[in-house]
């Protein structure tokens, strides 16, 4: 018999505060999850509960983690402006994505 397991996948996402708010960029292997605990402020101490970064405003999907990670990286270091792009190269209304993962 042959199992087949789907592939992991991991994320590099970007969280606002707001339209043209505060910005966090991030890696995980559950969007899902990741989001809701920006949402929810799960460590009180963070920069996303500091900053209320909680909508999901872009991501992009890896099956490598180290593309992931070498994309996460390559974001945060661009510069405000050219991450803003990004995010409205694809989402230009700013909608929360959240509500559409499970969906």
């Known amino acids: ?11 590099v996402y970007i969280m606002a505060s707001d339209k043209n708010g505060t910005l966090y960029t991030g890696i995980t292997n559950d969007i ?3 989001s809701f605990e920006h949402k929810t402020h799960l460590n009180k ?9 909680t ?7 890896f099956e490598n983690p180290e593309y992931a990670i070498k994309r996460e990286k390559q974001i945060k270091s661009w ?16 909608v929360d ?3 559409s993962l499970n969906s």
Do not use: D, G
Request: glycine fraction near 0%.
């Open 55 to 61: 909508k999901l405003v872009y991501m992009e999907i």
């Open 45 to 53: 101490n963070s920069f996303s509960s500091r900053y209320k970064t």
């Open 1 to 11: 018999m042959i199992y087949y397991r789907e592939p992991y996948k991991y994320y």
């Open 79 to 94: 510069s405000r402006i050219k991450k803003i792009k990004l995010i409205e190269s694809v989402n230009p209304q700013w």
């Open 32 to 34: 899902s999850r990741r």
């Open 97 to 99: 994505m959240f509500y």
